[in-house]
């Protein structure tokens, strides 16, 4: 793949990450999240002082650069430090205490008492076109440890420089922050992936990647003897809305930005805009033409440019579409910009082929004829990440029609904005409805901890023997749900 080999991971060293993580889980789990807390910052602290080691070997893999890179350690360390400062404030572990009530409606009520519990050792898969962010120990790896996980992440083969020096700081900073022996190791190997999802130690599994490559893992999680939920964060199309209004306003602007956005890491982000559509006679569609930066990017390595490739050329072919700039073509992991144009009237009769993800710098601008046009495309839509619309403004009645058409699409719906760029923070949703992922919840922001816990109901316990979270005293000092009322009761 980049001409440097990764050996697989042994049976018998496989076993052992496996066993070590196995034997961390009730430790790291019982951990109070002061300590976890500690834990997470350190990783953050170890990964911003090995930063000028670790970016040159993600740059000889993905050729991404260095201010990209240098800015995704950044972000990993935030993340980490996000996940830091949620495990401290206590509401993740969602405590309910409902006290024993001799008089419930249906009769005398026993004492009940309920929060997460971390299900046990996680499976990580990381992604090649974020070696830092959504690699080995981005948000996956950080949301489970949050939750009190051991993970266990899967080396991805376009990261043979990273992999060892990236493992190896994580693995550092958490043994000398205190962590259980086996709370963070690695597998590589093709058939090591597929053994860790089908090992009975690993409880849940983390995926970013490809939509073919999470559907088969998803597939052998489902089919174990004991099956384990398996959060996939796959590809998107991330469809764009230009409203009449819109398009007459600041149609140029709207271009501009669209190209910037498409552009953004030569295309292999998960979130962008693959589709843009557009008033057929605003004009957009030629300014993308006259536009388009075409000049030759490199791509994260050969597989991806020759997908790229075959991708684009099928398109140009296609009967349905006419290329508005660059061409499908290329040499290994080098390939050029394209941007393509159809119709609304031509989705409905190939929508499989015009709506497929094309990892790269591609993107299709498609034309409508009207408001009501407009609104039938998104029947047509498949689940994604986001969904956008660009109006001229709150009182421009087209794009308030189309906003609810829009939240039964998407993960995260944006107004006069571009999709990339994924701020972490205690709201984010980076999800969305199948095939843009396999599950409900987030892979960024504070609720992603949530794939990697389960509810525990405590029925009539002595208080001594309660976990802290959900004892009477309350010696953590977390917001908790009493009889149910918030305490202590939320800001005003
Ligand atoms: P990928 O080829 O699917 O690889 C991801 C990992 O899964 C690798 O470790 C890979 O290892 C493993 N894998 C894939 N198929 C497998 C199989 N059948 N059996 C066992 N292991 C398998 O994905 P990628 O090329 O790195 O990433 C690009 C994709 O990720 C794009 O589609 C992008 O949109 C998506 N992405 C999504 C998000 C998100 O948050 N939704 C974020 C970033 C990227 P092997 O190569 O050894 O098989």
Redesign the pocket.
Known sequence: MSGVEQPSTSPAEFEQVLESAAAAAPALGAMSPGERARLLRAVAAGLRARRDELVPLADADSALGEARLVGEVERTAVQFEMFAEAVDEGSWLEAVIDRANPEGPLGPQPDLRRMLVPLGPVAV??????PFA?GLAGGDTASALAAGCPVVA?????QPRLSGPYAEVVAKSLAAAGAPEGTFGVVS??ES??ALVMDPRITAVG????????R??ADLAAGRPSPVPFYG????LNPVFVTPAAAAARGEGIVRDYLASVGLGAGQF?TKPGLLLVPEDSGMAEIVAAEADTAPVTL?HDG?GDAYVDGTRALATHPAVRILAGAPEGDGRTVRPVLARTTIAELAGFRDELLA?R?GPFSLVMTYRDADELRSAVALLEGS?TAGVHAAGPDDGDAAALLPLLAPLAGRVLWNSWPTGVAVTWAQH?GGPHP??TSIHT?VGATAMRRFLRPIAYQSIPDALLPAALADANPLGIPRRVDGVLTPEPPA
């Open positions: 898969f990381g992604a090649s076109n974020f959504f899967k080396v991805h083969p376009a190997g093709l992936g597929r995926f970013t990647g490809s939509t073919s490559g999470g088969a893992l964060e796959l590809g998107s998960c994260l991806i993800e990892f990440l980076h843009s992922t892979s």
